[in-house]
């Protein structure tokens, strides 16, 4: 904390992210809009583990708008499928910068009895990150043609600086150069 507050002192360390969000499947479809926030300093580097402004996963609808995330080892955190319910997450006109990752995308699984979640990013910047877009534990079969996107993910008319800079789940470089041409 920049201050004490709360009951904590200044320099407390008082959770691991902004926002996160858990809701069994068995309950409605939760909705949340989160719009025109700041968010910072999720960035312990020095601990395991990925500390994330917005964990987003299970059973919601988030919608971001109009914020801006500066220093967090993640900056959104997207679980696809978790615990039997897909997670829907629109984000927009958003600002990610000095992350480690700007926006992690994982969990996700290809084929016809699998859930599809619905996750758009859109007019956002994304600055000065180790890694922009993570692709974690996502690999599609072989012999399915050039990488694209998981399903259900859509990313359209972002800046990305100072070039996009990709981290997928493979080391194969064809792998790598058809990801960066498909974005």
């Known amino acids: 904390l920049a201050e004490s507050m709360g009951g904590f002192k200044k320099g407390d360390l008082v959770g691991g992210n902004a926002f996160d969000t858990k809701r069994d499947a068995r309950f409605p479809l939760g909705i949340v809009l989160i719009e025109n926030c700041r968010m910072w300093g999720f960035d312990r580097s020095n601990d395991d583990g990925a500390w994330a402004a917005l964990y987003l996963r299970e059973n ?3 919608t971001v708008k109009g914020c801006s995330v500066d220093r967090s ?28 990752a700007a926006l992690r995308f994982e969990d996700f699984k290809e084929g016809s009895d699998t859930l599809t979640p619905d996750l ?8 000065n990150c180790e890694k922009h877009l993570w692709f974690y534990n996502y690999r599609r079969t ?7 996107p998981p399903t259900g993910v859509r990313i359209s008319h972002c800046l990305f600086e100072p070039s996009i800079r990709l981290r997928l789940t493979t080391t194969d470089p064809k792998i790598l150069r058809d990801a960066r041409q498909n974005l």
């Open 73 to 100: 080892q993640v900056g959104c955190r997207m679980v696809a499928v978790r615990n039997g319910a897909a997670l829907v997450c629109h984000i927009e006109d958003c600002k990610f910068t000095n992350c480690e």
């Open 142 to 148: 072989t012999g399915q043609g050039p990488w694209k």
């Open 60 to 62: 919601v609808e988030v």
């Open 120 to 127: 758009t990013v859109e007019n956002c910047h994304l600055g």
